[in-house]
């Protein structure tokens, strides 16, 4: 055997034991990562499935949690509906009982009603019947019985704080004439609290100056409080007023004769006054010298249609002590002032709380804007008759608080003076902004968010309509809002009439007079407002009485020239109103005697009723009148065609104002004398004979009239 031999057999030998052995060991191999992946296909597959039943539970999870949450929602849907339908049936049978109640309730009143007026009737009858079959010896006995039960009531034995009571409201006159019945009376005419405050304006005309210098030189330690508005005096009886060194108020507007001489007199011997109203006078910068150096302490003063003074003299308020405790002026109709004047009151005057300018077309934002520069107290301003005021003023007026504000007539003001209103003035309680035709519904959105609006007049203000007053109505000024007048807004209908109805709870004065686009159905959602005590709804479109059943309240009402009221109307008023204190009816030609009577049996507290133009109304009503309403103090009866001249003079003594005339109704009424609607356009001139009487007092408060 040769080598080579060798090494190709040892060569095969190995290669034949390594492939031998390598295939032994893959065949083991294999047999390992077989058992292997099955063991890992094994641990996967119960992965997958352990996943999946976790993926399963979770959605069924999820499915019963979303099956809980309906069931939940169902049973609560099932008890709400429960609910509802309880409370419906609950509100079913309120409902019922409250319209039981308040039929029963309406039942009862016009029962009363009807036994109030039969009774009435009767005591009528019966006084008539009286009237025709007394004779004198019956009326010398009613009298002697008339003085006997006088003279068991002695107002001389009440305590003396109820006879001041008494006395207080009486004027001076009627304080004379008591004071001229006896002795007794005299001296309850004396007591010293009754000359606190004497008005010698109410007998301006009757009281000659010898009366007035006695009188306060009795009283001349009592007085606090004068008032000589009007009055025609000496010089020498103004002088005597120095005697009253205790005198806080002194009133001596429209005195031509009030001079600068009168004026030294007064401040020397009276330091103590804090008003001083000085309107219409003749003064010049000599008084307003004078007002710094002597009183200290004046808190009121107005300069209204003072035309004397420069602004020299309103420099003066500076010097000595200065005018520095004033809270309100007022210079009204002052047009000399400059914008160097404004800046004298602002140095000199600067605890200013309230501020009056009336009737001054020369006053701009330049002068407003010196006076608020130190005058930063502000809280009530009064800007009427000023056509320049502008959008730059109530900029200005930012750094004050304000609470109450009043434009009238001005054209320049815009909806940008209420862009920042509820930031700049947060305490806002009153705004009239009467006859500013600027103003746009967009006015009305930045005002809703004041909490503390009350008072909110916007007549005139014709570019107003349902959509900014809703908006106004939804933010939280509606709630607290008192007063709301929308005169003459025209753009407003019954959709405005409804909100106000459902968001103003505590409404106490409504004006929509002249509002054309409301109409019956609108003006009936007013019965939804409990809280009412002044309507104004003249000039609208009323067809029933509707509205006056819920107005318990109601004091005053203003349904004039409405020429589709019938005597309904005053039934209701009748009925439901008793506690009416002012009634217009005037241009109402369907109101006839029958429903005056009514009026007259039931209303015994109105004081001032207008019922001209009532074409139907005879001498009976005036009869009545006198009878029932027994404090009426003003009535006017223009255009009454069948009420004559006699019996309105008979009439005349029973009130303290009359206006009277028998004319034709002017054409702009739209009916004749017989209450017919005209036909044509022609004005209708007044016929022949036609009597004119008016006949004055008094004069009236403005509190007397209807808000």
Known sequence: MTPELMIKACSFYTGHLVKTHFCTWRDIARTNENVALAEKMNRAVTCYNFRLQKSVFHHWHSYMEDQKEKLKNTLLRIQRIIYCHKLSIILTKWRNRARLKSKKKEDELILKHELQLKKWKNRLILKRATAEESNFPEQSSSEGSLVDETLKCDISLLPERAILQIFFYLSLKDVIICGQVNHAWMLMTQLNSLWNAIDFSTVKNVIPDKYILSTLQRWRLNVLRLNFHGCLLRPKTFRSVSHCRNLQELNVSDCPTFTDESMRHISEGCPGVLYLNLSNTTITNRTMRLLPRHFHNLQNLSLAYCRGFTDKGLQYLNLGNGCHKLIYLDLSGCTQISVQGFRYIANSCTGITHLTINDMPTLTDNCVKALVEKCSRITSLVFTGAPHISDCTFKALSTCKLRKIRFEGNKRV???????????????????????????????????????????????????????????????????IRELNLSNCVRLSDASVMKLSERCPNLNYLSLRNCDHLTAQGIGYIVNIFSLVSIDLSGTDISNEAFCKSSLILEHLDVSYCSQLSDMIIKALAIYCINLTSLSIAGCPKITDSAMEMLSAKCHYLHILDISGCVLLTDQILEDLQIGCKQLRILKMQYCTNISKKAAQRMSSKVQQQEYNSNDPPHWFGYDREGDPLTELDNVTPSKGASELTVEKSTYSSEEQVA
């Open 414 to 480: 815009t909806d940008a003076s209420f862009k920042y209103i509820d930031k700049n003035y947060p305490n806002l309680s009153h705004i009239y902004m009467a006859d500013c035709k600027g103003i746009t519904d967009s006015s009305l959105r930045s005002l809703s968010p004041l909490r503390q609006l009350t008072v909110l007049n916007l007549a005139n203000c014709v570019r107003i309509g349902d959509m900014g007053l809703r908006q106004f109505l939804d933010g939280p000024a509606s709630i607290r």
